[in-house]
């Protein structure tokens, strides 16, 4: 089953609005949770780490005004897309590993389509 | 920057043939990570290979680890319909969570 659940499936906003996005760890803790992006027709790219208790750590080229990350709880972040551009339309998708340590692999959530319009 | 490229970009292939797939890096990683994505959906992980020359099974598909920790394949044997999708490798160096992903290979599969 799921290991990692996202909401809302899509999202269609206005240019100018601000849209957020939810991760869950289902059934674990996770202290640690990836955000990637995803345009069309193109490969996964990590935006940031998200960090429980501390701030977001940014991935070159990703503007941390923009996309705020807030890792409320051991099973939440949230990702809010700020003054969203048609630009920033994407598949946004969230991970996390199941359990501690380097050899846990990363567990995708179902991802998060978003079109500004 | 570390980049991965994975070939073929596509594959049509008739249901009950085999299937492989590639990934080269031009640097080394620690651990290789199979995943398969469908439209409109997350990537599922299939397979997760940590150690140099590991080979790994998980029903039909068979994933191993290069031994110079810098290449990974996929097989898929006797392919069905339910295995079109797009397949990705991803790599692992050693910042934990920084996965760099191959381009893809988009698989269809003809019953």
């Known amino acids: 089953g799921a290991v990692v659940s996202q909401h809302p499936s899509w999202v269609i906003c206005k240019s100018g609005t601000s849209v957020k996005i939810e991760c869950r760890s289902l059934?674990?803790?996770?202290?640690?949770m990836f955000w990637y992006r995803q345009f069309p027709k193109q490969s996964l790219m990590l935006m940031a780490t998200?960090?429980?208790?501390?701030?977001?750590?940014?991935e070159q080229g990703v503007e941390k005004d923009k996309f705020l990350i807030n890792h409320a709880s051991l099973t939440l972040s949230t990702l809010t897309v700020t003054s969203a551009h048609p630009e920033d339309s994407s598949f946004y998708i969230c991970?996390?590993?199941?359990?501690?340590?380097?050899?846990?692999?990363?567990?995708f959530g179902n991802g998060t389509r978003l079109t500004v319009t | 920057g570390q980049q991965l490229n994975q070939s073929p970009q596509s594959m049509f292939i008739q249901e009950g043939e085999d299937v492989s797939m590639n990934c080269t890096s031009s640097?080394?990683?620690?651990?290789w990570l199979w995943y398969k994505q469908e439209p409109g959906e997350g990537p599922v992980l299939l397979i997760a290979l940590y150690k140099a020359g590991e080979l790994t099974s998980n029903g039909r598909l068979t994933a191993q680890f290069g031994i110079t920790r810098k290449d990974s394949f996929l097989n898929i044997s006797a392919s069905i319909p339910s295995d079109v999708g797009i397949y990705f490798c991803a790599g692992q160096g050693t910042s934990y969570g920084k996965l760099t992903f191959g381009q893809g290979t988009i698989l269809t599969v003809h019953p």
């Open positions: 059934d674990f803790q996770a202290t640690t």
């Open positions: 991970s996390a590993p199941k359990r501690t340590g380097t050899n846990s692999p990363l567990h």
């Open positions: 998200s960090n429980e208790g501390s701030k977001a750590t940014y």
């Open positions: 640097s080394i990683f620690n651990t």
